[in-house]
């Protein structure tokens, strides 16, 4: 496996060697996977973007919820990579669970 420097980059990776995502009982595999990563930090959001991009999955960003249910609602999305602590996470969670049952969170949180 390549270096991975992302959370949700090793996470995606990790998964992806085992033969997919599991996630919520569902398996979602393949390149052409849809990818949403949420984050306010830019930088971050850019690394994870990168990283996900060079595995080969299509990845979309979004920096705040309103933006990433913006193109939610545009698009199909198999997975919502976010950040635990991002503002009105709630409320993605809740949009994502009533709107896109069949569209996968995935949470993590900073490490400092």
């Excluded at 980059?9 to 949420?38: H, I, K, N, S, W």
């Excluded at 990283?51 to 545009?74: D, K, M, P, Y």
């Amino acid at each position: 496996m390549a270096d991975c420097t992302g959370v949700f980059a090793c996470a995606a990776l990790q998964e992806r060697q085992a033969g997919g995502f599991m996630l919520d009982d569902r398996t979602v595999q393949g390149p052409a996977t849809v990818v949403l990563v949420v984050d306010l930090d830019v930088l971050q959001r850019m690394e994870e973007g990168a990283e996900l991009r060079r595995e080969g999955f299509h990845v979309v960003e979004a920096a705040t919820v309103t933006e990433a249910i913006t193109v939610l609602q545009s698009r199909a999305v198999d997975i919502v990579l976010s950040q635990l602590d991002l503002e009105d996470s709630e409320t993605l969670t809740d949009w994502v669970y009533n709107r896109r049952p069949s569209t996968a969170i995935v949470w993590g949180h900073e490490t400092e």
